[in-house]
């Protein structure tokens, strides 16, 4: 499995920014697929939200519709850190924000899971 840290949550005003940092470690040599989710209040870990997702050693990102445009996933494999960079944030983004990683062969779960940062976006 890949060991996953999240940093970089806080509190902003609407149309700020925020960036998001997750310290990956362990089976990283697999070539996981990382991605970015997030757990809105009052909303169970079934809810959690794909926002974006990229293979460890880069390539096409894959960005939800909700905030395309908005953010931005990026991979440092030198730092063994991904980034979720948050652009533009409203009110709604408010939530738990959560890295993830699978490693082959990829199946529809994540096989690991950080601990949760979280961004509140204030008016």
């Known amino acids: 499995q890949v060991q996953l840290v999240e940093s970089g949550g806080g509190s902003v005003q609407a149309g700020g920014s925020l960036r998001l940092s997750c310290a990956a470690s362990?089976?990283?040599?697999?070539?996981?697929?990382m991605g970015w989710f997030r757990q809105a209040p009052g909303k169970g870990r079934e809810g959690r939200e794909f926002?974006?997702?990229?293979?460890?050693?880069?390539?096409?990102?894959t960005i939800a519709d909700s905030v395309k445009g908005r953010f931005t996933i990026s991979m440092d494999g030198a730092k063994n850190t991904l980034y979720l960079q948050m652009n533009s944030l409203k009110p709604e983004d408010t939530a738990v924000y959560y890295c993830?990683?699978?490693?082959?062969?990829?199946?529809?779960?994540?096989?690991?899971w950080g601990q949760g940062t979280q961004v509140t976006v204030f008016s």
């Open positions: 993830a990683a699978k490693t082959p062969p990829f199946g529809y779960e994540y096989d690991s």
């Open positions: 362990g089976r990283t040599f697999t070539n996981p697929y």
């Open positions: 926002l974006a997702g990229i293979l460890w050693s880069g390539g096409t990102a």
